[in-house]
């Protein structure tokens, strides 16, 4: 199941910088993972200094 990103990002795109696949970009309040694109490896999950990823 691809990794989701909560309405408690703060947008400071260190998950994007770290996405191995490009799957993770900027939504309308906060940072989105394309679920399609995502290949579950968890790297962003451990870039985000506020925990707002995690499995969906």
Do not use: K, N, R
């Not at 309405?7 to 770290?18: F, K, L, M, Q, R």
Request: overall charge negative; hydrophobic content about 35%; aromatic content about 4%.
């Amino acid at each position: 199941m691809a990794y989701v990103i909560s309405v408690s990002c703060i947008s400071c795109g260190s998950c994007a910088e770290s996405c191995p696949v490009s799957a993770i970009s900027q939504g309308d309040s906060h940072y989105v993972i394309d679920a399609g694109a995502c290949l579950d490896c968890g790297s962003c999950a451990g870039t985000c200094p506020v925990g707002a990823i995690s499995e969906g």
